[in-house]
């Protein structure tokens, strides 16, 4: 037992991905550990990062005290009250010089949901701004809009993953889950041996790999794929028509557009064959249980919301979502990455997964929080525009960041680290210092998943309780507690913006009731009792909803809805110049922007610096060898990285993880061209040179 009366070991989840496997964390004297705990997600699974997590508990960076900048000076410590009052005396200077408005607040899907729903309170009510959204944007966003179109509600997977053991065939586009999620594969066993396993990816992923089938288009070309294998299964006689009659509308318009996708053309387009398009769509056709399932690859493009849409109309003319034993589903890839875009923390959006525009639903979200419905702002700008309008004259002055670190995550980031410079105040909440911290005016210094209490929905929907395993060390307070301590010394009630996770949670479910993603039933009791919730869960005796859409989408008709999308190449082509395509994606040992797993020495033993996988031809015709250091060249920048040969590699195509720090960070190359729709930026298709990397330093990050 430690001080609070904790006992030495404690069932809980892991801090990192969606997946969320259950874990249990043992405190002795001595050490911290973690292990794996039975739970269906994960059987008895666990990734290095699940193994390793306990160490960034205790990091040598680890944050103690809060930090403030006076002027040009080095961050300092300070006492909380002193930061506190510090932050909230710029915040009203600011307010009163330049309006509410230019103020924005970011949040983040690592975030638990009581935090979440929180950062989205704080910033309408305390704050009295529009521009609060979430770095959800930069990742689950395309598939959210497509599928809020598609079925009207959006729940990553509308089916418990373990449903997925039983699938004969699998589309996976987009997704490498050997290394995103190491033990989600075992629900890929029986499509495995089946040979049912088909992968989309432009790499010879560690995914596809264990696929029977690889389709393997070049960047950016998935709409096209997808529009070609719809138009297969038209003209192949795959398509289920009663399926298509009785529970969707808008078929003809969607088949308009794919009817112009014939097989040769989307050889052409895509660089998959015609024979293996047919075969794709045969081995998902004839199965008895088949699953499409799209991740970051085909999402985040500046047309991710038409791509997902495209997938979506796929597998609805096959006749899989809504049907027991099949389904579409989006992989949500951070630890609360569905909980974070469903309780109000999104630019256009109130808690409950309702709009911010719906006027019952202002109505009911005014009445639990007890302002007047008129002073609830309307839609604001999304995360890249909020931080593309930092320090602007008449934008953004002042902004506030827990758990994001756009610094190395956004696109163009060199840019964007440009503007954050440029604020009047940069306050961020974090238990190391990020690289968006070390610019910041003020740092608040956080509780760690294993130090405080808090619900995460997991990729299924699934509704966990991550429990209080140790204290956290002196000097460090909960996001609530920052969030709480600023809204206080703005005005506001210390009622209205509790610091306890279970008021939190019981207040979230109050707000969000009759909303799509309603928690109105479940408690931080009943989890603790053991129940497995997933929402909609709207009273305390509901049992929650595993499986969603039987009976029907939460439609007009109760039909899904096919979306009438073409193929756009993306905003930026190959040329002289920039001969290649760049797309950017994810090691297994590192987290994100690597700020926890970076401070782990086994996974920065089995990653230690960024590297551009390259195909040898490839490699070779631009004078490089393995293991040389390499110049990646784009419009916006260069980035400095270690040349390693893939001979499964696209002739046309190069991959940076995104993990890295300064002039090692991929996204001083990537394009900030927004989708009209989801506000993602194209992280997965940017045309670039490679040359060999001369300067002695070793980069040239901007
Ligand atoms: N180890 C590790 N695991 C993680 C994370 C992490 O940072 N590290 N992050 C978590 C988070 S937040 C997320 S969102 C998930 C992401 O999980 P994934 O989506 O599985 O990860 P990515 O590596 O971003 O992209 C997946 C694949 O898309 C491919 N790809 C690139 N361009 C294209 C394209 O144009 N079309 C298609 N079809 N594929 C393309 C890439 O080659 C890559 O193999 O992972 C989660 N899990
Ligand atoms: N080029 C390229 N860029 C990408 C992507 C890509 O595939 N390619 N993927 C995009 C995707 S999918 C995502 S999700 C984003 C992720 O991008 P980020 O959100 O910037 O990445 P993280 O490293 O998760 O940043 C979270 C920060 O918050 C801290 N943190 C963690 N938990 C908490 C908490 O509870 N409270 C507080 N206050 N802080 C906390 C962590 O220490 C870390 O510093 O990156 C996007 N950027
Ligand atoms: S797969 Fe995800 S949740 Fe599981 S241990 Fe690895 S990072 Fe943690
Ligand atoms: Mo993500």
Redesign the pocket.
């Known amino acids: 037992m430690n001080s609070a009366g904790l006992a030495a070991a404690t069932a809980t989840h892991c801090?990192y991905c969606a997946l969320q496997c259950g874990m249990t964390v043992e405190v002795t004297p001595e050490k911290v550990r973690t292990r794996p705990r039975e739970f269906p997600a994960n059987g008895r699974g666990m990734c290095q990062k699940g193994w390793t997590s306990a160490a960034v508990l205790g990091t040598p960076g680890r944050l103690t005290a809060p930090l403030v900048r006076a002027g040009s000076a080095d961050l300092r410590p300070a006492s909380w009250d002193d930061a506190l009052d510090h932050v909230a005396r710029r915040l009203t200077e600011i307010i009163a010089e330049h309006g509410p408005g230019a103020v924005g607040v970011l949040g983040?899907?690592?975030?638990?949901n009581e935090?979440a729903y929180l950062v989205g309170k704080l910033a309408r009510v305390a704050l009295r701004t529009p521009h609060v959204d979430y770095?959800?944007r930069?990742?689950?966003s395309s598939a959210a809009a497509a599928t809020i179109h598609a079925f009207g509600a959006d729940r990553g997977l509308p089916f418990p993953v373990t449903d997925l053991a039983e699938a004969d065939a699998v589309l996976l586009v987009g997704a490498n889950v050997a290394e995103t999620m190491p033990p989600f594969v075992q629900h890929l066993r029986r499509a495995i041996n089946a040979d049912g396993l088909v992968v989309v990816d432009p790499r010879r992923s560690a995914t596809a790999r264990l696929a029977g089938l690889h389709l393997r288009p070049q960047p950016g070309t998935d709409l096209a794929l997808a529009l070609g294998l719809l138009h297969v299964a038209v003209t192949d006689g795959h398509v289920d028509e009663a399926y298509v009659r009785d529970r969707t509308t808008g078929f003809d318009a969607a088949w308009r557009l794919a009817a112009r996708w014939w097989p040769e053309r989307t050889e052409r387009a895509t660089g998959v064959s015609v024979a293996d398009q047919r075969l794709a769509v045969r081995l998902l056709a004839q199965a008895d249980n088949a699953y499409v399932l799209t991740a970051?690859g085909t999402e985040?493009h500046a047309n991710g919301t038409a791509m997902v849409s495209a997938w979506v109309n796929l597998a609805l003319a096959l006749g899989l979502p809504g049907v027991a034993g099949s389904g579409y589903g989006t992989i949500t890839?951070?630890?609360n990455?569905q909980g974070g875009r469903e309780h109000g923390q999104k630019a256009d959006q109130l808690p409950g997964y309702r709009k911010v525009d719906d006027p019952v639903a202002r109505r009911h979200v005014a009445e639990v929080w007890g302002v007047p419905e008129a002073g609830i702002p309307g839609r604001g700008k999304s995360a890249y525009e909020i931080l593309d309008a930092a320090g602007r004259p008449g934008g953004i002055r002042a902004l506030l960041?827990?758990?994001?670190?756009?610094v190395?995550?956004?696109?163009d980031a060199g840019r964007i680290a440009e503007r954050l410079r440029e604020l009047d105040l940069l306050v961020?909440?974090?238990?190391?210092l990020?690289e968006?911290?070390e610019i910041a005016h003020a740092v608040?210094p956080?509780?760690?998943?294993a130090e405080e209490d808090g619900t995460l929905t997991n990729l299924e929907g699934r509704v966990l309780l991550r429990r209080r395993a140790l204290d956290p060390p002196d000097g460090v307070r909960s996001?609530l507690d920052?969030i709480s301590g600023i809204a206080v010394r703005l005005g506001q009630p210390a009622e209205r913006f509790p610091t306890a996770p279970e008021e939190v949670f019981a207040e979230l479910g109050r707000a969000g009731a009759g909303g799509p993603a309603d928690y109105s039933g479940m408690s931080h009791e009943r989890l603790r009792a053991g129940e497995s919730l997933y929402w909609p869960c709207p009273s305390p005796d509901h049992p929650g909803t595993p499986r969603m859409f039987l009976d029907g989408f939460p439609l007009p008709g109760g039909r899904a809805r096919f979306a009438a999308v073409d193929h756009a190449p993306p905003p930026e082509t190959t040329g002289d110049r920039f001969p290649l395509w760049a797309t950017?994606?994810?090691l297994l040992p590192h987290?994100?922007?690597?700020?926890?797993t970076r401070r782990v020495g086994e996974l920065t033993e089995a990653a230690p610096e960024v590297y551009v996988e390259v195909h040898p031809d490839t490699a070779t015709r631009a004078g490089l060898a393995e293991g040389d250091r390499a110049k990646v060249t784009s419009a916006r920048g260069s980035t400095s990285a270690r040349v390693r040969f893939e001979p499964g590699m696209r002739l046309d195509t190069v991959f940076?993880p995104?993990h890295f720090p300064d002039a090692q960070r991929?996204?001083l190359?990537?394009n900030p061209a927004l989708d009209p729709i989801s506000r993602i930026?194209g992280?997965?298709a940017c045309a670039v040179r490679l040359e060999p990397d001369l300067s002695t330093e070793g980069g040239s990050g901007r």
């Open positions: 801090p983040g899907g690592g975030l638990t935090k770095n959800g930069f990742c689950m970051r985040q890839g951070q630890g990455g960041v827990f758990g994001t670190n756009p190395v995550s956004a696109p961020v909440s974090d238990f190391v990020s968006t911290a608040f956080v509780t760690q998943w996001d920052v950017t994606g994810r987290y994100q922007t690597g700020t926890q940076l995104f991929a996204n190359l990537t930026p992280f997965k």
